[in-house]
């Protein structure tokens, strides 16, 4: 495939490099698995928290988590066009298409003016990338998507403010994607309250880009479009699934902290069930019985979460899983997370397992025990597995 012009490569493509190498997954097919992680992965934090926290907490702190999100993208642009300031709507107008472009979306700038900033998103990686759901849960989710995106464009605002913005500014979302399924585009309007309020909106173009991509990998297709490379978006989206893991977890921990181990197990609780019974297609397992099997099976869902395992057999027939790299800890350095969030993932990660000895009816059948832990300080992260 030949790369899209670009403007340049992200910082954090080493550390995108390095885990594909240990995944044995190319640059391309990583973007495209992280996509899809992440974006399923904000979808079941709000699966898990609005029964966990009910709707009204459970969106509050849902929405907090897009608009930490959101003072990345910001702080981003800023770095990546050299502003130490925003002053007018038209400079803030430039960042929050830019910030719409990384996640990426096709965002067409329709109007920017010193009074009204007008974009229409006319393709998103949510919800195109989200996982496949009952189709009344997933309209439930989507009913709070548009009002996220309020929420993510006030925070941009707050953000513009603390660096010199000083007009007011007004958000009006006339139609949103997720909300408007026959919607050909999601309209974002920022107006001061100079503007105009009768001046009629830009039209919206009649086109629907899924339709227009054919064959082609949606994410391929855009950055072609955007003139961007994989090199550029790849490495900030595998990074955001786990920054996102991160800000799920602080949230719980700043505003529900007794309940907060609970709730973030219950969120990884979700995967082992869909991901045992892929493994067992993809690896050709059908009853599990020996130890290697079951190794077989907890390699494959850890590298669904991007931990790569390698497996030894042992004389007495067990099989140790050894992993020299784990993303979690590494993105929770960068981020200077809370040392309660390592312990946190040492908690998820043994529930992990267990949950995936329970789906393979092994849970009474065999024992895995973790040796060391990457988020304890140990060089690696090893577990024996043993069926008795």
């Not at 007011?168 to 100079?194: H, K, N």
């Not at 949606?218 to 490495?235: A, D, I």
Request: charge should be positive; glycine fraction near 6%.
């Amino acid at each position: 495939m030949a790369k899209a012009k670009s403007k340049g490569v992200s910082p954090f493509l080493p550390f995108m490099e390095g885990h594909a190498k240990l995944l044995g997954m190319s640059l391309k097919d990583l973007t495209v698995a992280a996509l899809k992680s992440l974006f399923g992965h904000v979808y079941y934090i709000w699966r898990t928290f609005k029964p966990a926290l009910g709707e009204k907490d459970g969106l509050k702190y849902y929405g907090n988590v897009w608009a930490a999100l959101a003072d990345m993208s910001f702080d981003g642009a800023m770095q990546k066009f050299g502003l130490k300031e925003v002053k007018d709507l038209p400079t803030l107008g430039r960042i929050v298409e830019d910030c719409f472009i990384g996640v990426p979306a096709l965002y067409v700038t329709r109007r920017n003016t010193p009074t009204e900033h007008v974009g229409h998103v006319l393709w998103c990686a949510n919800p195109a990338y989200g996982p496949a759901d009952n189709t009344y849960k997933r309209h439930d989710y989507y009913r709070q998507e548009v009002y996220l995106t309020y929420v993510y464009l006030w925070e941009l605002i707050e953000k513009a403010k603390k660096v010199g913005l000083k007009e007011d500014i007004l958000v009006d979302l006339p139609s949103g994607r997720c909300r408007d399924g026959s919607a050909c585009a999601c309209q974002i309007v920022l107006r001061t309250r100079d503007a105009n309020p009768d001046l009629p909106l830009p039209a919206v173009e009649r086109r629907f880009v899924d339709l227009e991509m054919g064959e082609q990998e949606p994410v391929v297709y855009v950055l072609k479009k955007q003139k961007r490379s994989l090199e550029e978006q790849g490495p900030g989206t595998f990074l955001g699934f786990f920054a996102v893991d991160y800000l799920a977890w602080l949230q719980l921990f700043q505003n529900v902290r007794s309940k907060a181990q609970d709730i973030y197990l219950k969120l990884w609780q979700t995967f082992p069930k869909m991901w045992v019974k892929d493994a067992k297609i993809d690896c050709e397992i059908g009853k599990v019985k020996t130890a290697d099997e079951l190794a077989t099976i907890i390699a494959y869902c850890e590298k669904r979460k991007y931990i790569a395992f390698t497996k030894k057999a042992q004389a007495d027939g067990s099989v140790v899983l050894t992993a020299k790299a784990d993303p979690f800890v590494e993105v929770a350095d960068m981020l200077k997370a809370d040392k309660a969030y390592k312990t946190a993932l040492v908690a998820m990660d043994e529930d992990f397992v267990k949950n995936i000895l329970k789906e393979t009816k092994m849970d009474k059948k065999a024992v895995v025990k973790f040796t060391s832990h990457i988020a304890k300080g140990d060089p690696t992260t090893s577990m024996t597995v043993t069926v008795k």
